[in-house]
């Protein structure tokens, strides 16, 4: 399994962006997803997660209202569509997969995904 993200870059606050993750070697409608962030001096923070279902979402309150995950598993790709971008926004952006217990499981912490993609950097500054 592989997981490649992209669609990250410089943006300017108020902007928006769509960050894409494509997993390659399994059937995505099998694998749960989220999508977390990293910000210099600071710990990983997951900030949305689906179900492998795709029916159930959950986004971190940072986020809520301007973030939208959803998932196409004939194209395998997992998509973050972010508006309204802040300044705090800033981070290095990862997706994670794995296979949940029940397909409306939502996974939420880093430590339940064994699979991770290499990050896309996200900048939010005028």
């Known amino acids: 399994l592989q997981l490649v993200e992209s669609g990250g870059g410089l943006v300017q606050p108020g902007g928006s962006l769509r960050l894409s993750c494509v997993v390659s070697g399994v059937t995505l409608d099998y694998y749960a997803v989220g999508w977390f962030r990293q910000a210099p001096g600071k710990e990983r923070e997951g900030v949305s997660c689906i179900s492998s279902s795709g029916e159930i979402t959950r986004y971190a309150d940072s986020v809520k209202g301007r973030f939208t995950i959803s998932k196409d598993n004939a194209k395998k790709t997992v998509y973050l569509q972010m508006n309204v971008l802040k300044p705090e926004d800033t981070a290095v952006y990862y997706c994670?997969?794995?296979?949940?217990?029940?397909?409306?499981?939502?996974?939420?912490?880093?430590?339940?995904?064994?699979?991770w993609g290499q990050g896309t950097q996200v900048t939010v500054s005028s």
């Open positions: 994670a997969a794995d296979l949940p217990l029940t397909s409306d499981q939502i996974m939420t912490r880093p430590e339940l995904y064994d699979y």
